[in-house]
């Protein structure tokens, strides 16, 4: 075992080596620190946002395991000793912890696919947010609502992954429905004024507009749209208002959902009376009923 009776602590008195120490201390780390951020800043535009900080991190962490072992090796602690112990710590350690090292192994994998970098905006199950980090233990997201999310990597290699800004474009598909009285190639013509004069929609590739479906209320149309990954979320705030403006404009109805009561053949149809307002309607369970105002 190694303990810290192996360490020859008279050496601290000796000014020669306690000087050595202490400038490894007080003058290696802040040079770590610097390094690190100037090799991450002179990498910035050759490698990805995720590459440059595992670069950074990695610098930082090797060079402080040699000011460690530097240090040990000032105080004449002996090596083997350590090397001995590390790996029975190491055995203990892989015992207790599987979890950790199916983490640490998922994340290798996840760093060497690369299915998503710092950056992107994925959505794992029900969470949406933008990576902060890829570490070897899990991922870090900040969701749109400002939270921050920790997933581990073992999660993200068993659960399917949607990279939502992985190419420069994306569509936006907006279901709309419209009365079964209105003029198919109208709301067509519509539609397309509105994908043309959108600043967010992409003129290439053209929108998409299709008769889609025969609803139970109303004809459903596909209007896909398509616009860059930065101006997706712009785009999805404004083109759904400009349709409704735009339908309210041109008096094109979008209908309420309709629905049918049928009581079958053994009872006569429901009996139905159109009255004005204000008119005392007979009495209902001995109470007189008022009649409300009806549309048309």
């Known amino acids: 075992m190694v303990s810290l009776a192996q360490v020859n602590w008279t050496k601290l008195l000796d000014i020669r080596t306690g000087m050595h120490i202490v400038a490894l201390v007080v003058m290696g ?51 083997g000793a350590l090397l001995g112990a590390a790996g029975i710590v190491g055995i203990a350690v892989g015992f207790a912890s599987q979890t950790s090292v199916s983490n640490i192994i998922s994340g290798l994998f996840l760093i060497s696919e690369r299915p998503f970098e710092v950056g992107d905006l994925i959505r794992v199950g029900d969470t949406t947010g933008t990576v902060m980090s890829i570490d070897l233990m899990s991922v870090k997201l900040k969701t749109f609502d400002n939270q921050f999310v920790r997933l581990p990597n073992e999660t993200l290699i068993k659960t399917q992954v949607n990279n939502l800004t992985h190419f420069p474009i994306r569509r936006l598909d907006v279901h709309v429905g419209v009365a079964y009285k209105e003029d198919v190639a109208k709301v067509k013509r519509i539609l397309a004024e509105i994908g043309s004069e959108n600043p967010f929609c992409l003129d290439e590739p053209e929108p998409i507009i299709l008769l889609q479906n025969f609803g139970d209320s109303a004809l459903e149309f596909l209007f896909a749209v398509w616009s860059t990954k930065a101006d997706y979320l712009q785009l999805k705030k404004t083109i759904r208002q400009e349709i409704k403006e735009r339908f309210d404009a041109e008096r094109v109805e979008i209908p309420f959902p309709h629905r049918t009561l049928y009581t079958g053949l053994a009872t006569e149809p429901f009996p139905i009376r159109i009255v004005s307002s204000g008119t005392t309607l007979p009495a209902v369970n001995g109470r007189p009923s008022k009649s409300r105002k009806t549309g048309n």
């Not at 590459?51 to 240090?71: C, Q, W």
Request: proline share 2%; net charge positive; aromatic share 6%.
């Open 29 to 79: 780390l802040p040079l770590l620190l610097g390094l690190s951020a100037a090799v991450g800043k002179a990498t910035k535009k050759r490698l990805s946002a995720q590459a440059a900080m595992l670069l950074r991190k990695g610098i930082f962490y090797i060079g402080t395991l040699i000011i460690v072992l530097t240090i040990l090796h000032q105080l004449e602690f002996k090596m």
